[in-house]
């Protein structure tokens, strides 16, 4: 099993900084792919930035050239710089990693955490 905890999340003013967090701890053998994905109230989940183990970063749309992914293998922690923040980035985000244990790969989430952004 493998738990995913999220921080770093809260109320912002537009314009502002925030840096998200997501440390991964249990039984992990190997750790794939991490990212962020934020859901708004009334709207589906979508991408916000992603990682591979070796660096290689993919972000949607929306947060190109305002949010930094990055990560840090030997800690399994999975970071989301957001810059230049606008009311409409305000969303529960929400961490996502594929590892492996010893019972095979899954798929896992965070719990979440809540990004407002608002004067």
């Known amino acids: 099993q493998v738990q995913l905890v999220e921080s770093g999340g809260g109320l912002v003013q537009p314009g502002g900084s925030l840096r998200l967090s997501c440390a991964a701890s249990?039984?992990?053998?190997?750790?794939?792919?991490m990212g962020w994905y934020r859901q708004a109230p009334g709207k589906q989940r979508g991408l916000v930035a992603a990682?591979?183990?070796?660096?290689?970063?993919g972000y949607g749309d929306s947060v190109k050239g305002r949010f930094t992914i990055s990560r840090d293998n030997a800690k399994n922690t999975v970071y989301l710089q957001m810059n230049s923040l606008k009311q409409e980035d305000t969303a529960v985000y929400y961490c996502?990693?594929?590892?492996?244990?010893?019972?095979?790969?899954?798929?896992?989430w965070g719990q979440g955490t809540q990004v407002t952004v608002s004067s």
């Open positions: 249990g039984s992990i053998v190997n750790m794939y792919g």
């Open positions: 996502n990693a594929a590892a492996s244990t010893d019972r095979g790969p899954f798929n896992y």
């Open positions: 990682i591979t183990r070796v660096g290689n970063r």
